[in-house]
């Protein structure tokens, strides 16, 4: 952690390294990691009643929470909490970075319940939570379906890490009026992102959905509980000043909307070892992204034709993905998805710096955080 002199504002240059990401400033994706280590130690002894059972639950929770994930959420909520007056040290900031697990939870619980209904087989590089049980099943030689087994196993998986988002909350050692504040704005936060789930489900069934259809699609999936609502939790645990709360949804919805774009490129173009999942997995799943739906009105009959023979095919090809992949690039789709994360990005930061009433070192980290998550190659 970063040494500090003299008063908690007051930190020496030769002490301030300039960290290799924005996520790490302050120290604090370790600072979250090891929150989470110990709530989920605490967690998961109290399911010591499940005995011998008990092995496969925590290696696969441990492993899911802890080797994988870069902490985009918490560092929102952190820096919303920052930006709105909230300390830098002592026991309100510790709270603070305790209560930012909770959105870390729910991004497990989301991730695990996504990659049942995508049908996926691979998640951060490894298999997804319902292959594992599954695999653990066929090699105990159980009765039944392994693939059965794994999906409602899994499903358990994500209400577990569901659960325990409150207990993040619940025991993170805020005052009760600012826990009370906490949990409107997660409540709201929750319900948003399962609508957006449910609004995917069916836009992937239904098909070919409009513009307004698809952005609502990643505002509300991804977007809204990614930056947006983050950032309004921590300005909730800072008690940070109204109009602040309008500032930062000037900056998060934008900035939201142009993270889910770019995860829509990564899920075409993006290498595994970056997306830590197959090439063109997006394509295989149907999803409906905005540069499939800018695909579908640039390209020509062929073009199309390729695409929706692509969309939803399970046993879709490298050299398959190869091909869409140059239709994407070649009808211009690529192109314009990435001037549109541009123009987004520079509305998220004009935004910011217009935003008044925002901690400077927090309305720093918060550019950069900008540029991070658009950007997303390491």
């Known amino acids: 952690m970063t040494t500090r002199t003299g008063s908690p504002s007051q930190v020496t240059e030769a002490a301030q390294p300039v960290p290799a ?5 302050e120290d604090l994706r370790a600072r979250v990691d090891r929150a989470l280590a110990a709530l989920l130690d605490q967690e998961l002894s109290a399911l010591g009643f499940l005995g011998a059972d008990a092995g496969p639950v ?6 899911f929470a802890m080797e994988g994930g870069k902490r985009l959420r918490p560092a929102f909520v952190y820096w919303g909490y920052r930006g709105a007056g909230g300390a830098a ?6 709270a603070a970075v305790r209560a930012a697990c909770s959105v870390e939870l729910l991004h497990i619980c ?13 998640r951060r590089g490894r298999p997804a939570m319902h292959v594992g049980f599954a695999g653990l099943h066929r090699g105990r030689g159980w009765r039944g379906d392994p693939a059965a087994f794994g ?10 890490a569901f659960t325990w988002a409150d207990v993040a909350l619940a025991e993170a050692g805020l005052p009760d009026d600012r826990l009370a504040a906490a949990l409107r ?13 449910y609004l995917d489900l069916v836009e992937a069934r239904r098909g070919a959905p409009d513009e307004d259809a698809v952005r609502r699609v990643l505002t509300y999936k991804s977007g809204k509980y990614t930056i947006e609502r983050p950032l309004h939790l921590g300005h909730a645990l800072a008690a940070g000043p109204p109009a602040l709360a309008a500032d930062y ?25 970056v997306t830590g999942k197959p090439a063109g997995d997006d394509l295989r799943e149907g999803k409906e992204t905005y540069l499939v739906m800018l695909a579908r009105r ?5 073009g199309r034709q390729l695409l929706e023979g692509a969309l939803g095919n399970a046993k879709l090809s490298e050299d398959d993905v190869a091909e869409v992949r140059r239709l994407l690039a070649g009808c211009g789709a690529l192109e314009a998805t990435e001037a549109r994360i541009g123009e987004l990005l520079a509305e998220a930061k004009a935004a910011l710096a217009a935003a008044r009433g925002i901690d400077e070192e927090a309305r720093a980290t918060l550019a950069a955080l900008a540029d991070h998550v658009t950007d997303r190659s390491a």
């Open 185 to 197: 704005v997660f409540n709201r936060l929750r319900s948003e992102l399962m609508g957006g789930q």
């Open 58 to 63: 925590t290696d696969a929770l441990t492993r």
């Open 89 to 94: 040290d002592g026991p309100a900031a510790e």
């Open 21 to 25: 990401s924005p996520l790490d400033a």
């Open 151 to 160: 999906e409602g196993a899994a499903m358990l998986m994500g209400d577990l």
């Open 110 to 122: 989301a991730l695990i319940h996504d990659d049942i209904m995508d049908g996926s087989e691979v």
């Open 249 to 273: 949804s000037a900056y998060g919805l934008p900035l939201g909307e142009a993270f889910q774009l770019r995860d829509d490129i990564l899920g075409v173009f993006g290498a595994p070892e």
């Open 298 to 302: 640039r390209a020509d009959r062929a």
